[in-house]
């Protein structure tokens, strides 16, 4: 009996030591080759898995790599870029980073990121003694969660990069002054809401910050953002902010001329959001190449209009108005025309989620012997707010404005350039699916 019993045993046992030796036979297949490999291969490969497009993901594909084969293992803690980005997203993580990685990082710039508002303090001051290594850092939290414990700001001689997001609670005075970062390019905020102009303000002024992005959740008057441009006016390159409306929109417009309006020579980009389109009344900037509105005030045109009168715009070439959720209509009067009428270097005009008249459309005709309004204009799209419909009045006026501007002439001493013919392209293939659209419902 008990034979039959360890006969009966002996089958399974037998059949997983088969399946065993089965897959140990295809793991060496499997990794057999990558062994082999001559060393050249080998680094190509290393190379190309080790180059990841986000940076935050650089450590965990780093410590997969390191787990192939030896050489990789050998290669990879030789490496110290592969250890540098610093992101956490709890106590454990910050914990096991200092522990096996931050000592492979040698001497190299760190790339910090820590994602959580409970540790972002501890974050910070865990790597506060390698602050001069600082390249990068990207933090979430409260207000007041990044102020250093020691009060002392971190003297980071080599920040390039700065965000910081918080949509907890109002930032109080001196958000930016506990970075001492002279040579900061790029900072990003995402805010709640502002409480004064010292919010703003750099604890020293960089001489080499090109670009400034402010996403804020609740609305603040837009001078507040004043005292950072009047530090980084002579080197910023672009500038976006975004906020929603005040309860009353007229508060966020100037009542009067402006003292004291910043000088922003550098600026080529600008990018408004809401109420933040009354900093035009506040800044002058020859040299901007593109500006971009969205959710416009109903105040808008009034001052754009009344900074197109005062400043130059020589250089403006690209103009997007979206009026998306906006109590403004790109049709009242001849408000738009008459900003227009100061853009002659305007080449790219897009107004999207509003519906344009056939008066405005007909400016843009050009006609012998009166020049067009903006004449160097070669990429247009202005048909956006119709959603599907195009009255035959305003698809008639269109046609006649690619028509007329189809090739580059000269009126009256004014040259005429010729309109992109792709826009034609793009709206007759749309009126051709609107009206097969209509005769098939018809046929039914």
Same mark, same amino acid.
């Given at each position: 009996?008990?034979?039959?019993?360890?006969?009966?045993?002996?089958?399974?046992?037998?059949?997983?030591?088969?399946?065993?030796?089965?897959?140990?036979?295809?793991?060496?297949?499997?990794?057999?080759?990558?062994?082999?490999?001559?060393?050249?291969?080998?680094?190509?490969?290393?190379?190309?898995?080790?180059?990841?497009?986000?940076?935050?993901?650089?450590?965990?594909?780093?410590?997969?790599?390191?787990?192939?084969?030896?050489?990789?293992?050998?290669?990879?803690?030789?490496?110290?870029?592969?250890?540098?980005?610093?992101?956490?997203?709890?106590?454990?993580?910050?914990?096991?980073?200092?522990?096996?990685?931050?000592?492979?990082?040698?001497?190299?710039?760190?790339?910090?990121?820590?994602?959580?508002?409970?540790?972002?303090?501890?974050?910070?001051?865990?790597?506060?003694?390698?602050?001069?290594?600082?390249?990068?850092?990207?933090?979430?939290?409260?207000?007041?969660?990044?102020?250093?414990?020691?009060?002392?700001?971190?003297?980071?001689?080599?920040?390039?990069?700065?965000?910081?997001?918080?949509?907890?609670?109002?930032?109080?005075?001196?958000?930016?002054?506990?970075?001492?970062?002279?040579?900061?390019?790029?900072?990003?905020?995402?805010?709640?809401?502002?409480?004064?102009?010292?919010?703003?303000?750099?604890?020293?002024?960089?001489?080499?910050?090109?670009?400034?992005?402010?996403?804020?959740?609740?609305?603040?008057?837009?001078?507040?953002?004043?005292?950072?441009?009047?530090?980084?006016?002579?080197?910023?390159?672009?500038?976006?902010?975004?906020?929603?409306?005040?309860? *009353?929109?007229?508060?966020?417009?100037?009542?009067?001329? #402006?003292? $004291?309006?910043? +000088? /922003?020579?550098? =600026?080529?980009?600008? @990018?408004?959001?809401?109420?933040?389109?009354?900093?035009?009344?506040?800044?002058?900037?020859?040299?901007?190449?593109?500006?971009?509105?969205?959710?416009?005030?109903?105040?808008?045109?009034?001052?754009?209009?009344?900074?197109?009168?005062?400043?130059?715009?020589?250089?403006?070439?690209?103009?997007?108005?979206?009026?998306?959720?906006?109590?403004?209509?790109?049709?009242?009067?001849?408000?738009?025309?008459?900003?227009?009428?100061?853009?002659?270097?305007?080449?790219?005009?897009?107004?999207?989620?509003?519906?344009?008249?056939?008066?405005?459309?007909?400016? *843009?005709?050009?006609?012998?012997?009166?020049?067009?309004? #903006?004449? $160097?204009?070669? +990429? /247009?799209?202005? =048909?956006?707010?119709? @959603?599907?419909?195009?009255?035959?009045?305003?698809?008639?006026?269109?046609?006649?404005?690619?028509?007329?501007?189809?090739?580059?002439?000269?009126?009256?001493?004014?040259?005429?350039?010729?309109?992109?013919?792709?826009?034609?392209?793009?709206?007759?293939?749309?009126?051709?699916?609107?009206?097969?659209?209509?005769?098939?419902?018809?046929?039914?």
């Amino acid at each position: 009996m008990s034979f039959d019993i360890d006969t009966q045993r002996s089958g399974p046992v037998c059949e997983r030591q088969e399946v065993a030796a089965l897959q140990d036979g295809q793991r060496s297949l499997v990794t057999a080759p990558v062994h082999r490999l001559v060393p050249d291969v080998l680094l190509e490969i290393f190379i190309t898995a080790t180059r990841s497009e986000y940076e935050y993901s650089q450590l965990s594909t780093a410590r997969t790599i390191s787990r192939v084969s030896t050489f990789w293992r050998r290669l990879a803690r030789d490496t110290p870029q592969l250890w540098t980005c610093v992101a956490v997203s709890s106590r454990r993580d910050l914990e096991l980073y200092m522990a096996h990685y931050f000592s492979l990082t040698g001497d190299s710039a760190l790339d910090l990121c820590c994602d959580s508002a409970a540790v972002v303090q501890l974050f910070l001051d865990t790597l506060r003694p390698y602050a001069s290594r600082w390249r990068s850092v990207s933090i979430i939290g409260q207000a007041g969660a990044f102020r250093p414990s020691r009060g002392d700001p971190f003297i980071t001689p080599n920040l390039r990069l700065l965000r910081i997001m918080n949509d907890q609670g109002l930032d109080e005075e001196g958000l930016l002054s506990c970075f001492d970062a002279p040579r900061l390019q790029e900072l990003t905020l995402g805010i709640a809401g502002v409480t004064s102009d010292h919010v703003f303000v750099l604890r020293s002024a960089s001489r080499a910050l090109t670009r400034v992005s402010i996403n804020a959740m609740t609305s603040f008057p837009v001078a507040h953002v004043i005292p950072l441009l009047q530090q980084c006016g002579a080197t910023l390159q672009r500038l976006d902010i975004n906020m929603p409306p005040l309860p *009353l929109s007229f508060e966020a417009m100037p009542t009067g001329p #402006v003292r $004291n309006v910043c +000088a /922003m020579h550098s =600026l080529t980009a600008l @990018e408004l959001g809401y109420e933040a389109c009354a900093l035009l009344s506040y800044i002058d900037a020859p040299h901007l190449i593109e500006l971009r509105v969205f959710d416009t005030p109903s105040y808008f045109l009034e001052v754009f209009l009344d900074y197109a009168t005062l400043h130059s715009l020589p250089h403006l070439t690209r103009l997007r108005i979206d009026i998306s959720d906006s109590a403004f209509d790109v049709d009242t009067g001849p408000g738009l025309i008459r900003v227009l009428e100061r853009l002659n270097a305007l080449e790219e005009l897009y107004i999207a989620n509003s519906t344009v008249s056939e008066k405005f459309l007909r400016y *843009l005709v050009c006609r012998d012997g009166v020049p067009p309004l #903006v004449p $160097n204009l070669r +990429a /247009m799209d202005l =048909l956006n707010g119709y @959603e599907g419909w195009i009255p035959d009045r305003i698809a008639k006026v269109q046609r006649e404005v690619y028509a007329s501007r189809a090739k580059r002439r000269r009126i009256c001493g004014t040259t005429v350039a010729a309109l992109d013919a792709v826009g034609k392209s793009v709206l007759d293939e749309f009126l051709d699916m609107v009206d097969s659209s209509e005769q098939s419902i018809g046929v039914s």
